[in-house]
């Protein structure tokens, strides 16, 4: 049965490695401006050792003012020595992250003691839900970041493995969370949130077992965060508690209470609880998750949301039951130590459920699918925990039916979507500048409305870093502390084609949906 199992797993990475490898360099067509800036940035990091600032190996990098952290460039700086620049090695690293959550996924039911057929289905869940597949196929730090954590998790929660002695593999869980805290901001944040659940499953009077662990990742935490001041700040200003408009909101709710009931109810407590109660709500529709997803283009397929139907009614039911395993045992005996000994697995699935939730439901744009890749990854483990409650047949019908899904998700994710890309990609700009470069002479002017072409341009002229430096001018900051390119060797980016001087006799403009040059 074991070697059959590892078949199976080893079929399923197969197929899954395939699907996500196949044409990943030109779907989506073309880097968008994140993937961009993390790509050229690397290649600077590479060749020079700085960013695109000039900073020597900086914690915070850089982009048109927004700010990343350096753990996705540092792999691409590897990837790019071994195998090159391309888009496809830019998004190798979320690929091979995807590809690890559906081992992990595996490991973690097999750690849980679940059975072979219940640890493989939870492969096939994670290798079949929609917006991990479509995560894996872009350069997403949280999807890096995600499988870090996942892993020091597992380390740390789990049983030593093989030959690792407890302190060996907590040395590892903690080196993990490290990487993971630098690559995407979501595991430094929940560092607090874990550190009691680290004490309590090691046993509280049992220091010697939880110390190590505690004061490093502590350690880390405090480090991290105030280390990271800058972007610590900016993101701040995406919550609810930083945004303008709900500021306001916030003040006409308060004038709108007197007397007792503005003590009651006309606080910023009721009130931020309330918008942060509406986007759980949210996070936890059926639009969201199964039919449309959220508002940001490029998080998921046109007209399709983020986990097959499958996953979402399962993976609500097995929260449900695995709340009420714990309640009963609660009603057995309040003792903590029984409790926790009864469904240790319960709790820890339910908890961490609840705070994979906070990185979205606190921001303006919520719900919001990269903030809530760790609350996919909780539902997808609840769909099969409800399958090991319900036992019976309905696992194999599960499985199927999500495998027919899957398979009708794929098929218009390589037939439709290439028909259909999100406008805000503004697609064959790499074709367009690369002509331009080899059929023109004398100053270009981009009109780049939104400010990020000069990043796209330099990646996709693999612009040198001595002339990148030596020619690149940025715009002051706009109000939200963005900082545009204005000039890159010969190429002038404009807000409208008006804009250009008399010397720029090229044009480069999109137009009806395309990109259009023009010359004068």
């Given at each position: 049965?074991?070697?059959?199992?590892?078949s199976?797993?080893?079929?399923?990475?197969?197929?899954?490695?395939?699907?996500?490898l196949?044409?990943?360099?030109?779907?989506?067509?073309?880097?968008?401006?994140?993937?961009?800036?993390?790509?050229?940035?690397?290649l600077?990091?590479?060749?020079?050792?700085?960013?695109?600032?000039?900073?020597?190996?900086?914690?915070?990098?850089?982009?048109?003012?927004?700010?990343?952290?350096?753990?996705?460039?540092?792999?691409?700086?590897?990837?790019?020595?071994?195998?090159?620049?391309?888009?496809?090695?830019?998004?190798?690293?979320?690929?091979?992250?995807?590809?690890?959550?559906?081992?992990?996924?595996?490991?973690?039911a097999?750690?849980?003691?679940?059975?072979?057929?219940y640890?493989?289905?939870?492969?096939?869940?994670?290798?079949?839900?929609?917006?991990?597949?479509?995560?894996?196929?872009?350069?997403?730090?949280?999807?890096?970041?995600?499988?870090?954590?996942?892993?020091?998790l597992?380390?740390?929660?789990?049983?030593?493995?093989g030959?690792?002695?407890?302190?060996?593999?907590?040395?590892?869980?903690?080196?993990?969370?490290?990487?993971?805290?630098?690559?995407?901001?979501t595991?430094?944040?929940?560092?607090?949130?874990?550190?009691?659940?680290?004490?309590?499953?090691?046993?509280?009077?049992?220091?010697?077992?939880?110390?190590?662990?505690?004061?490093?990742?502590?350690?880390?935490?405090?480090?991290?965060?105030?280390?990271?001041?800058?972007?610590?700040?900016?993101?701040?200003?995406?919550?609810?508690f930083?945004?303008?408009?709900?500021?306001?909101?916030?003040?006409?709710?308060?004038?709108?209470?007197?007397?007792?009931?503005?003590?009651?109810?006309?606080?910023?407590?009721?009130?931020?609880?309330?918008?942060?109660?509406?986007?759980?709500v949210?996070?936890?529709?059926?639009?969201?998750?199964?039919?449309?997803?959220?508002?940001?283009?490029?998080?998921?397929?046109?007209?399709?949301?983020?986990?097959?139907?499958?996953?979402?009614?399962?993976?609500?039911?097995?929260?449900?039951?695995?709340?009420?395993?714990?309640?009963?045992?609660?009603?057995?005996?309040?003792?903590?130590?029984?409790?926790?000994?009864?469904?240790?697995?319960?709790?820890?699935?339910?908890?961490?459920?609840?705070?994979?939730?906070?990185?979205?439901?606190?921001?303006?744009?919520?719900?919001?699918?990269?903030r809530?890749?760790?609350?996919?990854?909780c539902?997808?483990?609840?769909?099969?925990?409800?399958?090991?409650?319900?036992?019976?047949?309905?696992?194999?019908?599960?499985?199927?039916?999500?495998?027919?899904?899957?398979?009708?998700?794929?098929?218009?994710?390589?037939?439709?979507?290439?028909?259909?890309?999100?406008?805000?990609?503004?697609?064959?700009?790499?074709?367009?500048?690369?002509?331009?470069?080899?059929?023109?002479?004398?100053?270009?002017?981009?009109?780049?409305?939104?400010?990020?072409?000069?990043?796209?341009?330099?990646?996709y002229?693999?612009?040198?870093?001595?002339?990148?430096?030596?020619?690149?001018?940025?715009?002051?900051?706009?109000?939200?502390?963005?900082?545009?390119?204005?000039?890159?060797?010969?190429?002038?980016?404009?807000?409208?084609?008006?804009?250009?001087?008399?010397?720029?006799?090229?044009?480069?403009?999109?137009?009806?949906?395309?990109?259009?040059?023009?010359?004068?």
């Open positions: 049965m074991k070697r059959l199992g590892t199976f797993l080893v079929l399923i990475i197969f197929l899954s490695f395939g699907a996500r196949y044409k990943l360099d030109t779907l989506p067509q073309i880097l968008n401006r994140d993937e961009a800036g993390l790509a050229y940035n690397a600077l990091l590479k060749e020079t050792g700085r960013d695109e600032w000039g900073k020597s190996w900086p914690i915070t990098l850089e982009s048109f003012g927004d700010y990343k952290l350096p753990g996705y460039p540092v792999l691409l700086v590897a990837l790019f020595s071994v195998l090159g620049t391309s888009d496809a090695v830019v998004r190798l690293p979320s690929l091979l992250a995807g590809i690890s959550l559906i081992i992990l996924a595996y490991s973690i097999k750690q849980s003691k679940w059975g072979e057929p640890s493989l289905m939870l492969a096939v869940v994670v290798a079949t839900t929609p917006v991990f597949f479509f995560y894996s196929r872009i350069a997403f730090e949280a999807m890096v970041g995600l499988a870090l954590l996942l892993n020091a597992l380390l740390l929660f789990g049983k030593p493995f030959k690792f002695t407890r302190t060996t593999q907590d040395i590892l869980g903690i080196f993990l969370w490290l990487f993971a805290a630098i690559t995407y901001n595991p430094l944040l929940l560092i607090p949130f874990f550190l009691p659940v680290v004490v309590l499953s090691r046993g509280i009077e049992s220091y010697k077992k939880w110390l190590l662990p505690i004061f490093a990742l502590s350690t880390i935490f405090i480090g991290l965060f105030f280390s990271q001041v800058t972007l610590t700040s900016q993101k701040s200003g995406i919550t609810l930083n945004d303008e408009t709900t500021r306001e909101a916030a003040d006409l709710w308060y004038g709108s209470f007197s007397g007792a009931n503005q003590k009651l109810f006309g606080n910023k407590y009721f009130y931020y609880s309330t918008l942060m109660f509406k986007n759980t949210a996070t936890f529709s059926p639009s969201f998750l199964m039919s449309r997803g959220g508002s940001h283009p490029l998080h998921q397929l046109p007209g399709s949301g983020h986990v097959l139907v499958t996953v979402y009614l399962f993976g609500i039911l097995g929260l449900i039951l695995a709340l009420v395993t714990c309640i009963k045992r609660m009603q057995k005996t309040l003792k903590w130590k029984k409790i926790i000994a009864y469904c240790s697995f319960e709790l820890l699935l339910l908890y961490t459920t609840v705070i994979s939730l906070a990185p979205s439901i606190v921001t303006v744009d919520a719900p919001h699918a990269t809530s890749l760790l609350f996919f990854f539902l997808s483990v609840a769909s099969v925990y409800a399958l090991k409650q319900l036992k019976g047949n309905i696992g194999t019908l599960f499985i199927v039916v999500s495998i027919l899904l899957f398979s009708q998700y794929l098929t218009k994710y390589f037939t439709e979507y290439p028909l259909s890309q999100p406008d805000i990609l503004h697609v064959g700009f790499d074709t367009v500048i690369r002509d331009v470069e080899s059929t023109t002479i004398g100053p270009v002017a981009v009109v780049d409305g939104d400010g990020f072409q000069y990043i796209l341009t330099a990646w002229l693999q612009t040198p870093p001595d002339l990148f430096f030596t020619t690149i001018v940025k715009q002051l900051p706009n109000s939200y502390g963005f900082k545009y390119g204005q000039q890159l060797d010969r190429y002038h980016f404009i807000g409208q084609s008006t804009d250009r001087t008399d010397s720029e006799k090229t044009v480069v403009e999109w137009k009806a949906g395309s990109w259009q040059v023009e010359t004068f």
